[in-house]
C-alpha cells in the first residue's frame, strides 16, 4: 500500500500562482509513476500532469501547459505541482495520485490522496 499526503491550495485570485505538494509513503518500490488530477464539481475528475519516475517524462493536460509545472524530490519521497496564471476555470479539488506506469496513472490510478482544494476567484 502507498499513502499519499498532499498540502497547499488555498483561495487565489486569477493569474496567481499557488503551490500544491505531496508526500508519498509505504510501498514506493511499487509505484513508478505520480501526478495530480483534479475534479471541479458537476465534471468528472481528469488527469492534470503525470510523470514517470524511471525517465521524468511529464504528460501535460492541454489547458495547464505552459502554467502548471511537477516537480519530483526522490529524496523525501515528494510530488510537488507549481501553478502560475491561474484561471477561475482551474478552481477544482486537486488529488495526488500514483500507480506503476502513466499510461495506467491516466486510465485508473491505483492511489489517491485525500484531495486539497485550490479556489480561483477575484
Known amino acids: 500500500q502507498v499513502q499519499l499526503v498532499e498540502s497547499g491550495g488555498g483561495l487565489v485570485k486569477p493569474g496567481g500562482s499557488l503551490r500544491l505538494s505531496c508526500v508519498a509513503s509505504?510501498?514506493?518500490?511499487?509505484?513508478?509513476?505520480m501526478g495530480w488530477y483534479r475534479q471541479s464539481p458537476g465534471k468528472q475528475r481528469e488527469m492534470v500532469v503525470c510523470?514517470?519516475?524511471?525517465?521524468?517524462?511529464?504528460y501535460y493536460e492541454d489547458s495547464v501547459k505552459g502554467r502548471f509545472s511537477i516537480w519530483v524530490d526522490a529524496a523525501k519521497n515528494s510530488l510537488g505541482l507549481r501553478m502560475q496564471d491561474l484561471k477561475p476555470e482551474d478552481t477544482a479539488v486537486y488529488y495526488c495520485?500514483?500507480?506503476?506506469?502513466?499510461?495506467?496513472?491516466?486510465?485508473?490510478?491505483?492511489?489517491w490522496g485525500q484531495g486539497t482544494q485550490v479556489t480561483v476567484s477575484a
Open positions: 510523470i514517470s519516475s524511471a525517465d521524468r517524462l511529464t
Open positions: 495520485a500514483a500507480a506503476l506506469s502513466c499510461p495506467r496513472l491516466t486510465a485508473d490510478p491505483t492511489y
Open positions: 509505504g510501498s514506493i518500490s511499487s509505484i513508478n509513476a
